[in-house]
């Protein structure tokens, strides 16, 4: 079947737009994630979604990030006011409910703020 | 809070020798324990991991892992390295419950060279 697609690949904008990424998980998986991945950096959790509810959001660097998932399946991360130190992958897995369920991946987006 | 240290940035191993790259962590609580690679311009792929049961895991491409509690490590191993091992590894973990973050925690990498 098929994995976990993000859209857009990449993506370049201007300092103080804003900007959404899009994320299909796998077909029935409950759970879906997103992490920012900084050049030369290992994974940083941004966002859990069990359904369409976000019990842990712990991780969002700051107000002007925030994620939406809809109907258990699509999930946009929009940030709004870009900065540059917003340049990173933003990665999205997903994956079935319980905690030692092997999350999988999609390619990310990669997101250039100028 | 919980954590995952690679100590390793690089890794240099001969093609055909045998490879280990070293990973520990620190969680409340029992683990679960995963070793994921990255191609380069490619998303995580899922290697391995660690629930519960026997120590040693095995996984895709004929890499293993070895969990050790009382050092708090689970090493990835490979008898025999290829060229195409060549990527960047990564471990993380999840603690099995009791407030732990709901994501994985990742180490930083190890990139894992293989000589031909």
């Known amino acids: 079947g098929a994995g976990v697609s993000q859209s857009p690949s990449n993506k370049v904008t201007e300092k103080g737009k804003d900007v959404e990424l899009r994320c299909d998980p796998i077909?029935?998986?409950?759970?879906l994630y997103w992490y920012r991945q900084r050049l030369g950096q290992g994974l940083e959790f941004l966002i859990y979604?069990?359904?369409?509810?976000?019990?842990?959001k712990s991780g969002l660097p700051s107000d002007r990030f925030s994620a939406e998932r809809t109907g258990e399946s699509v999930s946009t991360l929009t940030i709004q006011r870009t900065q540059q130190e917003d340049s990173a992958v933003y990665l999205c897995?997903?994956?079935?409910?319980?905690?030692?369920?092997?999350?999988?991946f999609g390619p990310g987006t990669r997101l250039l703020v100028l | 809070a919980q954590s995952v240290a690679q100590p390793e940035d690089q890794v240099n191993v001969a093609e055909g020798n045998p490879l280990t790259v070293k990973c520990t962590y620190s969680v409340s609580g029992n683990p679960y324990l995963f070793w994921y690679v990255q191609y380069p311009n490619r998303g995580l792929q899922f290697l391995l991991k660690?629930?519960?049961?026997?120590?040693l895991v095995k996984g895709s491409y004929g890499f293993e892992a070895e969990f050790n509690k009382s050092q708090t490590s689970f090493h990835l191993k490979k008898p025999s390295a290829l060229v195409s091992d060549s990527a960047l590894y990564f471990c993380?973990?999840?603690?099995?419950?009791?407030?732990?973050?709901?994501?994985?925690?990742f180490g930083k990498g190890t990139h894992l060279i293989i000589q031909p």
């Open positions: 660690y629930i519960t049961g026997d120590n």
């Open positions: 077909s029935g998986h409950t759970a």
């Open positions: 897995a997903s994956s079935f409910l319980t905690r030692s369920e092997t999350q999988y």
């Open positions: 993380a973990v999840r603690a099995h419950s009791g407030g732990g973050a709901d994501g994985l925690t």
């Open positions: 979604f069990q359904g369409n509810s976000a019990p842990d």
